[in-house]
C-alpha cells in the first residue's frame, strides 16, 4: 500500500478537467450583468397565468439585442456616416445643374432632433445601472455612439471631410447635467474597457488621486 501523491499542478489538472457543459457565464465582461437588462413595468409578484418578472426581461433583453441601429437606419435609407456636419468644401460644391442630392451640405446638430420624451430611464438612472450590489465602484454602462473610426483626427477636428463615422460599441462612463452630454470609452477587440495600461476604467475614469 502506498500513500496517496497528489500532484504539484493539481490547479492546472482541475481546469483542464471538463464535465459537460455549463450555464456560468464565461464571457469576460467590463460590464455590470444588471447593465444589460430592459425596464419592464411588470410587479415582482403577480398573479397565476401572468407572465412572471423574470421571463419577460429576458425576452425583452434577448428582443433588443437583435436589433441594431446601423441596420434599423439603413432599412429607412439613412446613411450614418452623412448624420454628422462637415466643413464646406467651396471646391468641390455640387451645382444646380448636376442636380446631386443633397445640393448643399448636411449643417444641422443632431442634438437639435434631441429628444428624451420617450426615454424609459433618466441618465443617472442609466449611470446607475454600473454600480453593483455591495462595491463602491462604479463601471462601464454598455452603449453604442456614432464616433469617428480615426481617434486622433476625430478629436483635432470633427467635423473634417475625410472622417468616417461609424455606430461603435461603447462604454458610457459619466453624464454632464449642464452640457447634457455623456462621456464614452470604445471598447477594444475583446469588449472591454480599458485604459492605456490595460486596467478597467471605473467610476468614470477618475484615479483617487483626482
Not at 483542464?16 to 430592459?38: A, H, M, R, W
Not at 452623412?82 to 446631386?100: A, G, V, W, Y
Not at 433618466?122 to 452603449?143: M, N, Q
Amino acid at each position: 500500500v502506498t500513500t496517496f501523491k497528489m500532484p504539484e499542478d493539481f490547479g492546472n489538472v482541475l481546469d483542464k478537467q471538463v464535465i459537460g457543459p455549463t450555464t456560468e457565464n464565461l464571457i469576460k465582461s467590463d460590464f455590470p450583468e444588471q447593465s444589460f437588462k430592459p425596464k419592464v413595468q411588470i410587479g415582482f409578484q403577480g398573479l397565476p397565468g401572468q407572465c412572471p418578472r423574470k421571463i419577460e426581461v429576458e425576452r425583452r433583453r434577448r428582443l433588443y439585442l437583435t436589433f441594431d441601429i446601423a441596420q434599423l437606419l439603413a432599412s429607412k435609407g439613412i446613411d450614418s456616416n452623412q448624420l454628422m456636419p462637415r466643413h464646406h468644401d467651396p471646391d468641390n460644391m455640387p451645382t444646380i445643374e448636376e442636380k446631386k442630392d443633397p445640393l448643399f451640405p448636411i449643417y444641422l446638430p443632431l442634438k437639435i432632433f434631441d429628444s428624451d420624451e420617450y426615454d424609459c430611464r433618466t441618465p443617472e438612472e442609466w449611470i446607475s445601472l454600473g454600480l453593483e450590489p455591495g462595491s463602491h465602484d462604479r463601471k462601464p454602462v454598455p452603449g453604442k455612439a456614432l464616433l469617428p473610426t480615426d481617434d486622433v483626427l476625430g478629436h483635432e477636428d470633427p467635423k473634417s471631410q475625410k472622417l468616417i463615422y461609424k455606430w461603435i460599441d461603447v462604454g458610457v462612463l459619466d453624464y454632464d447635467k449642464e452640457t447634457e452630454l455623456y462621456l464614452v470609452h470604445k471598447t477594444d477587440k475583446n469588449g472591454l474597457v480599458r485604459d492605456e495600461e490595460g486596467r478597467p476604467i471605473l467610476n468614470g475614469g477618475i484615479t483617487p488621486e483626482g
